[in-house]
Protein backbone atom coordinates (compact mmCIF):
# COMPACT_ATOMS: atom_id res chain seq x y z
CA UNK A 1 0.00 0.00 0.00
CA UNK A 2 1.13 3.77 -0.04
CA UNK A 3 2.84 4.95 2.53
CA UNK A 4 2.30 8.55 3.72
CA UNK A 5 4.36 8.26 6.76
CA UNK A 6 7.28 10.99 6.34
CA UNK A 7 8.55 10.31 10.18
CA UNK A 8 9.13 6.72 9.18
CA UNK A 9 11.26 7.68 5.99
CA UNK A 10 13.42 10.56 7.50
CA UNK A 11 14.51 8.06 10.98
CA UNK A 12 15.39 5.36 7.86
CA UNK A 13 17.83 7.85 6.30
CA UNK A 14 18.72 9.12 10.22
CA UNK A 15 20.06 5.36 10.68
CA UNK A 16 22.64 5.83 8.32
CA UNK A 17 26.02 5.90 10.09
CA UNK A 18 27.00 9.33 7.19
CA UNK A 19 23.56 10.83 8.30
CA UNK A 20 25.11 14.55 8.40
CA UNK A 21 25.48 13.82 4.50
CA UNK A 22 21.97 13.51 4.10
CA UNK A 23 21.22 16.83 5.69
CA UNK A 24 20.38 19.01 2.31
CA UNK A 25 18.43 15.73 0.79
CA UNK A 26 16.32 15.77 4.29
CA UNK A 27 15.78 19.17 4.25
CA UNK A 28 14.45 18.93 0.37
CA UNK A 29 11.79 15.95 1.52
CA UNK A 30 10.69 17.38 4.76
CA UNK A 31 10.65 20.78 4.23
CA UNK A 32 9.33 21.38 0.67
CA UNK A 33 8.04 18.29 -1.22
CA UNK A 34 6.56 15.80 1.42
CA UNK A 35 3.08 17.03 1.20
CA UNK A 36 3.24 16.98 -3.15
CA UNK A 37 4.09 13.32 -3.10
CA UNK A 38 0.86 12.28 -0.67
CA UNK A 39 -1.03 14.87 -2.78
CA UNK A 40 -0.30 13.12 -5.76
CA UNK A 41 -0.99 9.51 -4.40
CA UNK A 42 -4.75 11.13 -2.98
CA UNK A 43 -4.96 12.66 -6.68
CA UNK A 44 -4.52 8.52 -7.76
CA UNK A 45 -6.48 7.14 -5.78
CA UNK A 46 -9.37 9.58 -6.46
CA UNK A 47 -9.07 9.39 -10.48
CA UNK A 48 -8.12 5.62 -10.49
CA UNK A 49 -5.12 7.15 -12.86
CA UNK A 50 -3.04 5.15 -14.58
CA UNK A 51 -3.31 1.89 -12.99
CA UNK A 52 -1.75 2.67 -9.99
CA UNK A 53 -4.06 0.31 -7.81
CA UNK A 54 -2.77 -1.20 -5.25
CA UNK A 55 -3.65 -4.41 -6.28
CA UNK A 56 -1.55 -3.86 -8.93
CA UNK A 57 1.87 -3.04 -7.48
CA UNK A 58 4.17 -5.55 -5.69
CA UNK A 59 5.90 -4.82 -2.78
CA UNK A 60 9.99 -4.98 -3.17
CA UNK A 61 12.99 -4.59 -0.69
CA UNK A 62 15.47 -2.19 -2.10
CA UNK A 63 18.86 -1.69 -1.31
CA UNK A 64 20.10 2.32 -2.04
CA UNK A 65 23.54 3.24 -1.99
CA UNK A 66 24.44 6.62 -2.23
CA UNK A 67 27.96 6.01 -2.37
CA UNK A 68 28.72 9.11 -3.59
CA UNK A 69 27.59 10.48 -0.29
CA UNK A 70 30.30 8.04 1.57
CA UNK A 71 33.08 10.11 3.62
CA UNK A 72 35.50 7.68 1.92
CA UNK A 73 34.65 9.39 -1.68
CA UNK A 74 35.90 13.19 -1.06
CA UNK A 75 33.34 14.55 -3.34
CA UNK A 76 31.87 16.68 -0.31
CA UNK A 77 28.74 17.15 -2.00
CA UNK A 78 26.94 17.96 1.43
CA UNK A 79 29.63 20.27 2.61
CA UNK A 80 29.47 22.68 -0.69
CA UNK A 81 25.58 22.33 -1.02
CA UNK A 82 25.08 25.58 0.81
CA UNK A 83 28.50 27.01 -1.28
CA UNK A 84 27.89 27.05 -4.81
CA UNK A 85 28.51 23.32 -5.32
CA UNK A 86 26.22 21.04 -7.72
CA UNK A 87 23.03 19.93 -6.19
CA UNK A 88 21.22 18.30 -9.24
CA UNK A 89 22.48 15.06 -7.53
CA UNK A 90 20.80 15.52 -4.45
CA UNK A 91 17.99 16.64 -6.01
CA UNK A 92 17.56 13.29 -8.04
CA UNK A 93 18.26 11.46 -5.03
CA UNK A 94 16.06 12.89 -2.78
CA UNK A 95 13.11 12.77 -4.97
CA UNK A 96 13.89 9.12 -5.55
CA UNK A 97 14.04 8.15 -2.02
CA UNK A 98 10.74 9.76 -1.91
CA UNK A 99 8.84 8.03 -4.62
CA UNK A 100 10.23 4.26 -3.95
CA UNK A 101 9.30 5.00 -0.53
CA UNK A 102 5.75 6.61 -1.19
CA UNK A 103 4.68 3.65 -3.46
CA UNK A 104 5.21 1.06 -0.46
CA UNK A 105 8.45 -0.30 -1.15
CA UNK A 106 10.82 -1.35 1.98
CA UNK A 107 14.29 0.60 1.75
CA UNK A 108 17.60 0.04 2.92
CA UNK A 109 19.72 3.29 2.68
CA UNK A 110 23.59 3.19 2.95
CA UNK A 111 26.49 5.13 1.77
CA UNK A 112 28.90 3.88 3.59
CA UNK A 113 30.90 1.01 1.65
CA UNK A 114 31.64 -1.63 4.32
CA UNK A 115 27.86 -1.62 5.16
CA UNK A 116 27.44 -2.32 2.05
CA UNK A 117 29.34 -5.47 1.23
CA UNK A 118 27.38 -7.34 4.04
CA UNK A 119 24.03 -6.14 2.54
CA UNK A 120 24.97 -6.77 -1.12
CA UNK A 121 26.12 -10.25 0.13
CA UNK A 122 22.78 -10.84 2.09
CA UNK A 123 21.25 -9.85 -0.89
CA UNK A 124 22.90 -12.45 -3.42
CA UNK A 125 22.18 -15.28 -0.52
CA UNK A 126 18.26 -13.89 -0.60
CA UNK A 127 18.10 -13.70 -4.23
CA UNK A 128 19.91 -17.56 -4.97
CA UNK A 129 17.46 -19.01 -2.16
CA UNK A 130 14.23 -17.44 -3.38
CA UNK A 131 15.87 -18.40 -7.12
CA UNK A 132 16.02 -22.04 -6.47
CA UNK A 133 13.72 -23.06 -3.95
CA UNK A 134 10.54 -20.72 -4.88
CA UNK A 135 11.02 -20.25 -8.41
CA UNK A 136 9.51 -16.83 -7.97
CA UNK A 137 10.93 -14.07 -9.99
CA UNK A 138 13.23 -11.72 -7.70
CA UNK A 139 12.16 -9.24 -5.30
CA UNK A 140 15.06 -7.35 -4.82
CA UNK A 141 16.35 -4.54 -6.44
CA UNK A 142 19.46 -2.17 -5.87
CA UNK A 143 19.57 1.31 -6.80
CA UNK A 144 23.05 2.76 -7.12
CA UNK A 145 25.22 5.68 -7.77
CA UNK A 146 26.91 5.56 -10.82
CA UNK A 147 29.92 5.24 -9.53
CA UNK A 148 29.99 1.66 -9.84
CA UNK A 149 33.72 0.94 -10.31
CA UNK A 150 33.92 1.33 -6.92
CA UNK A 151 32.31 -1.69 -6.22
CA UNK A 152 34.20 -4.15 -8.18
CA UNK A 153 35.21 -5.42 -5.41
CA UNK A 154 31.82 -6.29 -3.88
CA UNK A 155 30.67 -7.50 -6.78
CA UNK A 156 33.30 -9.67 -7.80
CA UNK A 157 31.41 -12.92 -6.26
CA UNK A 158 28.12 -11.59 -6.42
CA UNK A 159 28.33 -10.21 -9.87
CA UNK A 160 26.41 -13.67 -11.90
CA UNK A 161 23.43 -13.64 -9.40
CA UNK A 162 22.98 -9.91 -8.90
CA UNK A 163 23.35 -7.80 -11.83
CA UNK A 164 20.49 -8.15 -13.14
CA UNK A 165 18.96 -6.51 -10.48
CA UNK A 166 20.95 -3.27 -10.10
CA UNK A 167 19.86 0.13 -11.09
CA UNK A 168 22.54 2.98 -11.91
CA UNK A 169 21.84 6.34 -11.17
CA UNK A 170 23.78 7.65 -14.06
CA UNK A 171 23.07 11.62 -14.53
CA UNK A 172 24.55 11.57 -18.38
CA UNK A 173 23.95 8.47 -19.44
CA UNK A 174 25.91 5.59 -21.22
CA UNK A 175 26.33 4.33 -24.74
CA UNK A 176 26.80 0.64 -26.36
CA UNK A 177 30.25 1.16 -27.02
CA UNK A 178 31.46 1.90 -23.86
CA UNK A 179 29.00 -0.76 -21.82
CA UNK A 180 30.72 -3.43 -23.98
CA UNK A 181 34.16 -5.00 -22.64
CA UNK A 182 35.25 -6.13 -25.71
CA UNK A 183 33.69 -3.66 -28.04
CA UNK A 184 35.20 -0.63 -25.83
CA UNK A 185 38.91 -2.88 -25.47
CA UNK A 186 39.27 -2.48 -29.75
CA UNK A 187 39.28 1.75 -29.25
CA UNK A 188 41.47 3.43 -27.18
CA UNK A 189 39.11 6.52 -26.85
CA UNK A 190 36.10 3.87 -25.46
CA UNK A 191 37.51 2.51 -22.16
CA UNK A 192 36.34 4.78 -19.00
CA UNK A 193 36.38 4.03 -15.65
CA UNK A 194 32.82 4.22 -15.65
CA UNK A 195 32.07 1.89 -18.56
CA UNK A 196 32.66 -2.04 -19.43
CA UNK A 197 30.00 -2.68 -16.85
CA UNK A 198 28.49 -4.97 -19.70
CA UNK A 199 24.42 -4.24 -18.29
CA UNK A 200 21.59 -3.75 -20.02
CA UNK A 201 21.57 -0.02 -20.77
CA UNK A 202 17.95 0.01 -20.04
CA UNK A 203 19.76 -0.40 -16.12
CA UNK A 204 21.18 3.18 -16.58
CA UNK A 205 18.54 5.50 -14.99
CA UNK A 206 19.29 9.27 -16.31
CA UNK A 207 18.76 12.18 -15.15
CA UNK A 208 17.21 13.54 -18.36
CA UNK A 209 15.60 11.83 -21.17
CA UNK A 210 19.18 11.98 -23.33
CA UNK A 211 18.52 8.96 -25.39
CA UNK A 212 15.87 6.35 -25.50
CA UNK A 213 18.70 3.11 -24.64
CA UNK A 214 18.81 4.12 -21.03
CA UNK A 215 16.04 4.76 -18.84
CA UNK A 216 14.62 7.87 -18.11
CA UNK A 217 14.41 8.51 -14.66
CA UNK A 218 14.58 12.51 -13.66
CA UNK A 219 13.22 14.22 -10.50
CA UNK A 220 10.75 16.78 -9.58
CA UNK A 221 10.49 20.05 -10.37
CA UNK A 222 10.03 22.02 -7.18
CA UNK A 223 7.64 24.55 -6.94
CA UNK A 224 6.45 26.73 -3.90
CA UNK A 225 4.17 29.41 -4.66
CA UNK A 226 0.19 27.91 -5.32
CA UNK A 227 -1.20 29.41 -8.66
CA UNK A 228 -2.86 32.20 -6.55
CA UNK A 229 0.26 33.44 -4.75
CA UNK A 230 2.32 33.36 -7.83
CA UNK A 231 -0.14 35.48 -9.98
CA UNK A 232 -0.19 37.97 -6.98
CA UNK A 233 3.39 38.10 -7.29
CA UNK A 234 4.59 41.36 -10.14
CA UNK A 235 7.10 40.29 -12.56
CA UNK A 236 10.11 43.34 -12.32
CA UNK A 237 12.05 44.39 -14.97
CA UNK A 238 15.05 41.76 -14.01
CA UNK A 239 16.86 38.77 -15.26
CA UNK A 240 18.17 36.05 -13.00
CA UNK A 241 21.44 34.67 -13.80
CA UNK A 242 22.40 30.74 -13.68
CA UNK A 243 25.17 30.05 -12.14
CA UNK A 244 26.01 29.49 -8.60
CA UNK A 245 29.53 29.54 -8.80
CA UNK A 246 32.08 32.54 -9.43
CA UNK A 247 34.07 30.34 -12.35
CA UNK A 248 30.86 29.89 -13.99
CA UNK A 249 31.12 33.67 -14.40
CA UNK A 250 34.37 34.09 -16.11
CA UNK A 251 34.16 35.76 -19.62
CA UNK A 252 30.52 36.82 -19.43
CA UNK A 253 31.08 40.48 -18.97
CA UNK A 254 29.90 42.08 -22.54
CA UNK A 255 26.86 39.09 -23.05
CA UNK A 256 25.58 39.96 -19.43
CA UNK A 257 25.88 44.21 -20.02
CA UNK A 258 24.02 43.54 -22.99
CA UNK A 259 21.34 41.85 -21.26
CA UNK A 260 21.88 44.60 -18.40
CA UNK A 261 20.88 47.62 -20.65
CA UNK A 262 16.97 46.07 -20.87
CA UNK A 263 17.19 44.55 -17.45
CA UNK A 264 17.97 44.39 -13.84
CA UNK A 265 20.83 41.92 -13.38
CA UNK A 266 20.37 39.37 -10.35
CA UNK A 267 22.40 36.82 -9.30
CA UNK A 268 22.73 33.69 -6.22
CA UNK A 269 26.55 33.27 -6.64
CA UNK A 270 28.15 32.08 -3.72
CA UNK A 271 31.37 34.26 -2.93
CA UNK A 272 33.29 34.91 0.06
CA UNK A 273 34.10 38.05 2.08
CA UNK A 274 36.91 39.03 -0.28
CA UNK A 275 35.47 37.54 -3.86
CA UNK A 276 31.87 40.06 -4.28
CA UNK A 277 34.01 42.61 -6.51
CA UNK A 278 34.50 40.16 -8.90
CA UNK A 279 31.24 40.19 -9.98
CA UNK A 280 30.06 42.55 -12.62
CA UNK A 281 28.70 46.12 -10.46
CA UNK A 282 25.75 45.77 -12.25
CA UNK A 283 24.86 42.27 -10.46
CA UNK A 284 22.40 42.12 -7.40
CA UNK A 285 23.32 39.12 -5.84
CA UNK A 286 21.54 37.75 -3.04
CA UNK A 287 23.95 34.54 -2.26
CA UNK A 288 22.89 30.57 -2.36
CA UNK A 289 19.05 31.33 -1.28
CA UNK A 290 16.86 28.34 -0.33
CA UNK A 291 14.33 26.70 -2.27
CA UNK A 292 11.49 28.81 -1.30
CA UNK A 293 13.12 32.27 -1.98
CA UNK A 294 14.92 31.50 -4.49
CA UNK A 295 11.18 30.34 -6.23
CA UNK A 296 9.88 33.87 -5.39
CA UNK A 297 12.93 35.62 -7.04
CA UNK A 298 12.10 33.43 -10.24
CA UNK A 299 8.27 34.59 -10.19
CA UNK A 300 9.76 38.10 -9.84
CA UNK A 301 12.05 37.84 -12.99
CA UNK A 302 11.43 37.76 -16.71
CA UNK A 303 14.02 36.03 -17.75
CA UNK A 304 17.16 33.60 -16.36
CA UNK A 305 19.99 33.58 -18.32
CA UNK A 306 22.07 30.58 -18.83
CA UNK A 307 25.92 31.07 -19.50
CA UNK A 308 27.35 27.51 -20.82
CA UNK A 309 27.57 25.92 -17.54
CA UNK A 310 26.59 23.67 -15.79
CA UNK A 311 25.13 21.29 -18.00
CA UNK A 312 21.51 19.75 -17.55
CA UNK A 313 20.64 21.35 -14.70
CA UNK A 314 16.89 20.71 -12.57
CA UNK A 315 17.18 25.46 -12.05
CA UNK A 316 15.91 26.14 -16.00
CA UNK A 317 12.80 23.19 -15.81
CA UNK A 318 11.98 25.61 -12.53
CA UNK A 319 12.43 28.60 -13.90
CA UNK A 320 10.13 27.76 -16.75
CA UNK A 321 7.61 26.48 -14.71
CA UNK A 322 7.92 30.10 -12.39
CA UNK A 323 7.16 31.73 -15.81
CA UNK A 324 10.54 33.10 -16.79
CA UNK A 325 12.26 32.99 -20.20
CA UNK A 326 15.28 30.99 -20.61
CA UNK A 327 17.76 31.96 -22.72
CA UNK A 328 19.93 28.83 -23.44
CA UNK A 329 23.29 29.14 -24.84
CA UNK A 330 23.98 27.57 -28.19
CA UNK A 331 26.80 25.40 -28.80
CA UNK A 332 28.46 25.06 -32.45
CA UNK A 333 29.97 22.76 -32.26
CA UNK A 334 27.99 20.61 -29.53
CA UNK A 335 30.12 20.21 -26.25
CA UNK A 336 30.41 15.83 -25.77
CA UNK A 337 33.52 13.63 -24.72
CA UNK A 338 35.54 14.26 -27.70
CA UNK A 339 36.15 18.28 -27.36
CA UNK A 340 34.74 19.02 -23.60
CA UNK A 341 37.28 18.35 -20.71
CA UNK A 342 34.02 17.97 -18.35
CA UNK A 343 32.98 15.02 -19.99
CA UNK A 344 35.92 13.21 -20.95
CA UNK A 345 35.79 9.83 -19.49
CA UNK A 346 31.99 9.84 -19.05
CA UNK A 347 30.89 6.83 -20.96
CA UNK A 348 28.64 8.77 -23.81
CA UNK A 349 29.68 10.19 -26.85
CA UNK A 350 26.37 11.89 -26.72
CA UNK A 351 26.45 15.64 -28.21
CA UNK A 352 24.91 18.77 -26.28
CA UNK A 353 23.35 21.30 -28.87
CA UNK A 354 23.37 23.65 -26.12
CA UNK A 355 23.78 24.06 -22.42
CA UNK A 356 20.32 22.65 -21.83
CA UNK A 357 19.08 20.03 -24.80
CA UNK A 358 15.75 19.26 -23.44
CA UNK A 359 14.83 22.78 -22.55
CA UNK A 360 15.63 23.28 -26.43
CA UNK A 361 14.05 19.90 -27.88
CA UNK A 362 11.30 19.58 -25.59
CA UNK A 363 10.21 22.78 -25.07
CA UNK A 364 11.41 25.93 -26.85
CA UNK A 365 9.89 28.49 -27.86
CA UNK A 366 8.34 31.14 -26.21
CA UNK A 367 9.31 29.93 -22.92
CA UNK A 368 13.22 28.76 -24.36
CA UNK A 369 15.48 30.72 -26.69
CA UNK A 370 18.10 28.99 -27.45
CA UNK A 371 21.15 31.37 -29.16
CA UNK A 372 24.39 32.07 -29.79
CA UNK A 373 25.65 33.90 -26.78
CA UNK A 374 28.83 35.37 -28.72
CA UNK A 375 26.82 37.13 -30.94
CA UNK A 376 25.86 39.96 -28.89
CA UNK A 377 23.47 41.62 -31.57
CA UNK A 378 21.40 38.19 -31.97
CA UNK A 379 21.56 37.99 -28.10
CA UNK A 380 20.05 41.68 -27.96
CA UNK A 381 17.37 40.73 -30.37
CA UNK A 382 16.26 37.46 -28.24
CA UNK A 383 16.00 39.55 -24.97
CA UNK A 384 14.03 41.74 -26.40
CA UNK A 385 11.75 39.66 -28.60
CA UNK A 386 11.37 37.29 -25.38
CA UNK A 387 10.46 40.46 -23.11
CA UNK A 388 7.99 41.44 -25.19
CA UNK A 389 6.65 38.31 -25.31
CA UNK A 390 6.54 38.11 -21.19
CA UNK A 391 5.01 41.42 -21.26
CA UNK A 392 1.65 40.85 -23.54
CA UNK A 393 1.24 37.84 -21.61
CA UNK A 394 2.09 35.10 -24.17
CA UNK A 395 4.60 32.83 -22.02
CA UNK A 396 2.63 30.54 -19.54
CA UNK A 397 4.54 29.08 -17.07
CA UNK A 398 5.15 25.19 -18.21
CA UNK A 399 6.30 22.28 -16.54
CA UNK A 400 6.24 19.02 -18.46
CA UNK A 401 4.10 16.15 -16.91
CA UNK A 402 7.26 13.79 -16.56
CA UNK A 403 9.04 15.91 -13.85
CA UNK A 404 5.62 16.37 -11.58
CA UNK A 405 5.05 14.01 -8.75
CA UNK A 406 2.48 12.21 -10.48
CA UNK A 407 4.69 11.70 -13.63
CA UNK A 408 7.61 10.50 -11.65
CA UNK A 409 5.50 8.21 -9.82
CA UNK A 410 3.04 7.17 -12.76
CA UNK A 411 7.16 6.25 -14.60
CA UNK A 412 9.16 4.61 -11.64
CA UNK A 413 5.94 2.55 -10.98
CA UNK A 414 6.14 1.05 -14.03
CA UNK A 415 9.82 0.30 -14.51
CA UNK A 416 9.29 -1.56 -11.11
CA UNK A 417 6.66 -3.65 -12.58
CA UNK A 418 7.61 -4.15 -15.61
CA UNK A 419 11.51 -3.74 -16.37
CA UNK A 420 12.77 -7.57 -16.13
CA UNK A 421 16.31 -7.90 -16.75
CA UNK A 422 16.65 -11.27 -15.17
CA UNK A 423 14.13 -12.83 -17.71
CA UNK A 424 13.84 -10.53 -20.49
CA UNK A 425 12.68 -12.90 -22.99
CA UNK A 426 9.63 -14.12 -20.84
CA UNK A 427 8.39 -10.30 -19.89
CA UNK A 428 9.09 -8.14 -23.09
CA UNK A 429 8.15 -4.95 -21.89
CA UNK A 430 6.28 -2.56 -23.56
CA UNK A 431 4.37 -5.19 -25.59
CA UNK A 432 4.70 -6.06 -28.81
CA UNK A 433 1.82 -4.47 -29.68
CA UNK A 434 3.07 -1.00 -28.64
CA UNK A 435 6.09 -1.35 -31.38
CA UNK A 436 6.17 -0.41 -35.01
CA UNK A 437 9.10 -1.69 -37.51
CA UNK A 438 10.37 1.43 -39.34
CA UNK A 439 13.52 1.45 -41.65
CA UNK A 440 15.80 4.41 -42.03
CA UNK A 441 17.04 6.86 -44.06
CA UNK A 442 20.74 5.90 -44.72
CA UNK A 443 23.13 7.40 -42.16
CA UNK A 444 20.36 7.85 -39.91
CA UNK A 445 20.45 6.78 -36.42
CA UNK A 446 16.91 4.90 -35.26
CA UNK A 447 16.45 7.62 -32.58
CA UNK A 448 16.02 10.08 -35.43
CA UNK A 449 14.09 7.86 -37.29
CA UNK A 450 11.58 6.77 -34.99
CA UNK A 451 11.21 10.78 -33.83
CA UNK A 452 10.66 12.04 -37.22
CA UNK A 453 7.68 9.75 -37.10
CA UNK A 454 6.18 11.16 -33.84
CA UNK A 455 7.54 7.81 -31.82
CA UNK A 456 10.70 6.84 -30.16
CA UNK A 457 13.12 4.04 -30.05
CA UNK A 458 12.22 1.18 -27.97
CA UNK A 459 15.53 -0.94 -27.37
CA UNK A 460 13.58 -3.61 -25.31
CA UNK A 461 12.50 -4.95 -29.02
CA UNK A 462 16.29 -4.74 -30.88
CA UNK A 463 16.30 -8.78 -29.58
CA UNK A 464 13.30 -10.01 -30.69
CA UNK A 465 13.20 -7.84 -34.14
CA UNK A 466 17.04 -9.40 -34.99
CA UNK A 467 15.86 -12.32 -36.90
CA UNK A 468 15.56 -13.07 -40.76
CA UNK A 469 12.42 -12.86 -41.44
CA UNK A 470 12.22 -9.24 -39.50
CA UNK A 471 13.98 -8.35 -43.02
CA UNK A 472 11.93 -10.78 -45.22
CA UNK A 473 8.95 -9.43 -43.88
CA UNK A 474 10.16 -5.44 -44.49
CA UNK A 475 11.73 -6.04 -48.04
CA UNK A 476 9.75 -8.57 -49.14
CA UNK A 477 8.77 -6.78 -52.37
CA UNK A 478 12.38 -5.73 -52.84
CA UNK A 479 14.39 -7.57 -55.21
CA UNK A 480 18.28 -5.89 -53.60
CA UNK A 481 17.44 -7.54 -50.52
CA UNK A 482 19.92 -10.19 -49.82
CA UNK A 483 19.37 -13.10 -47.44
CA UNK A 484 20.80 -11.71 -44.17
CA UNK A 485 23.87 -11.87 -42.95
CA UNK A 486 24.56 -13.12 -39.28
CA UNK A 487 26.94 -12.51 -36.77
CA UNK A 488 28.36 -9.11 -37.77
CA UNK A 489 29.44 -6.94 -34.12
CA UNK A 490 28.60 -3.47 -35.46
CA UNK A 491 26.65 -0.82 -33.41
CA UNK A 492 24.62 0.10 -36.07
CA UNK A 493 23.12 -3.07 -36.86
CA UNK A 494 20.58 -4.76 -37.64
CA UNK A 495 20.62 -2.88 -41.02
CA UNK A 496 21.06 -2.96 -44.47
CA UNK A 497 23.68 -1.67 -46.57
CA UNK A 498 22.38 0.91 -49.01
CA UNK A 499 25.16 0.04 -51.73
CA UNK A 500 24.88 -3.71 -51.44
CA UNK A 501 21.29 -4.67 -50.43
CA UNK A 502 22.76 -6.81 -48.39
CA UNK A 503 21.12 -7.29 -44.47
CA UNK A 504 23.09 -7.06 -41.36
CA UNK A 505 21.72 -8.77 -38.17
CA UNK A 506 23.57 -7.75 -34.93
CA UNK A 507 25.99 -10.40 -33.51
CA UNK A 508 26.19 -8.88 -30.28
CA UNK A 509 23.47 -8.58 -27.83
CA UNK A 510 25.54 -5.53 -26.05
CA UNK A 511 25.91 -3.53 -28.87
CA UNK A 512 22.43 -3.09 -29.94
CA UNK A 513 21.96 0.71 -29.94
CA UNK A 514 19.19 3.41 -30.80
CA UNK A 515 21.92 6.31 -31.67
CA UNK A 516 24.23 4.72 -33.56
CA UNK A 517 24.55 5.09 -37.10
CA UNK A 518 27.39 4.65 -40.04
CA UNK A 519 27.11 6.53 -43.45
CA UNK A 520 25.61 3.97 -46.49
CA UNK A 521 23.66 1.78 -43.95
CA UNK A 522 19.70 1.72 -43.14
CA UNK A 523 19.03 0.87 -39.93
CA UNK A 524 15.90 -1.55 -38.54
CA UNK A 525 14.29 0.48 -36.27
CA UNK A 526 11.98 -0.82 -33.25
CA UNK A 527 9.64 2.63 -31.92
CA UNK A 528 6.88 3.00 -30.09
CA UNK A 529 4.30 5.83 -29.50
CA UNK A 530 4.62 7.99 -25.79
CA UNK A 531 2.65 9.26 -23.89
CA UNK A 532 2.25 13.22 -24.10
CA UNK A 533 4.61 14.71 -21.38
CA UNK A 534 5.68 11.08 -20.26
CA UNK A 535 8.28 10.49 -23.06
CA UNK A 536 9.11 7.59 -21.03
CA UNK A 537 5.80 5.61 -21.04
CA UNK A 538 3.07 4.78 -23.97
CA UNK A 539 -0.47 3.94 -23.24
CA UNK A 540 -0.27 -0.22 -23.65
CA UNK A 541 3.20 0.28 -21.39
CA UNK A 542 0.76 1.13 -17.86
N1 LIG B 1 19.34 26.15 -5.91
C1 LIG B 1 19.07 26.61 -4.64
N2 LIG B 1 19.52 27.86 -4.30
C2 LIG B 1 20.20 28.65 -5.14
C3 LIG B 1 20.49 28.17 -6.45
C4 LIG B 1 20.03 26.90 -6.81
O1 LIG B 1 18.42 25.92 -3.85
O2 LIG B 1 20.57 29.76 -4.75
C5 LIG B 1 18.81 24.81 -6.30
C6 LIG B 1 17.88 24.88 -7.50
O3 LIG B 1 16.59 25.18 -7.06
C7 LIG B 1 17.97 23.48 -8.08
C8 LIG B 1 19.29 22.94 -7.54
O4 LIG B 1 19.85 23.98 -6.76
O5 LIG B 1 16.92 22.65 -7.64
C9 LIG B 1 20.27 22.51 -8.63
O6 LIG B 1 20.54 23.56 -9.44
P1 LIG B 1 21.34 23.56 -10.82
O7 LIG B 1 20.38 23.56 -11.95
O8 LIG B 1 22.29 24.69 -10.70
O9 LIG B 1 22.09 22.15 -10.95
P2 LIG B 1 23.51 21.67 -10.43
O10 LIG B 1 24.52 22.24 -11.33
O11 LIG B 1 23.63 22.16 -9.03
O12 LIG B 1 23.43 20.18 -10.49
Not at 372 to 383: A, F, G, H, Q
Request: net charge positive; with cysteine; charged share 20%.
Amino acid sequence: SWNKNLTQLLSLINQSESKDNYAWIMDRIERSLWHLWSDAVVSFQRDKEFLLDNKMRSKRKILIYLGFLSKKSGFRIQQSATAGGPLGELVQWSDILSALFTMGHELIVTSEYEELVGLVLCVCVCVCVCVIFIFRSVFFLCFFTSSLYLLSFVFSASWFVCFCLLRIIDTFGTEAPYNSLTYSKKFKNLKTAWGGQELDLRQFYTMFPHSPDNSFMGFVVEQHLNTTESRSIERKQQALVYGKSLYMWSGMQDYLSVISKHVEIHATVFTNSNEAHLLPSFVHNHGILSGPDLHRLLSESKLFIGMGFPYEGPAPLEAIAAGCVFINPKFNPPHSSLNTKFFKGKPTARELTSQHPYTEHFISNPNVFTVDISNLKEVERVVKQALQLIDTNKVKPYLPFEFTHKGMLQRLNAYMEHQDFCTPHKNIWPPVRAVRLLVSESGQSCKDACWSRNMTCEPSHFRRINKPQTFEHLFSSSSSAARPYTGEAELHHPSVSEKLGTCYLQGDNLLFSCVSRTEGYLRVCPCRNFLRGQIALCPDCL
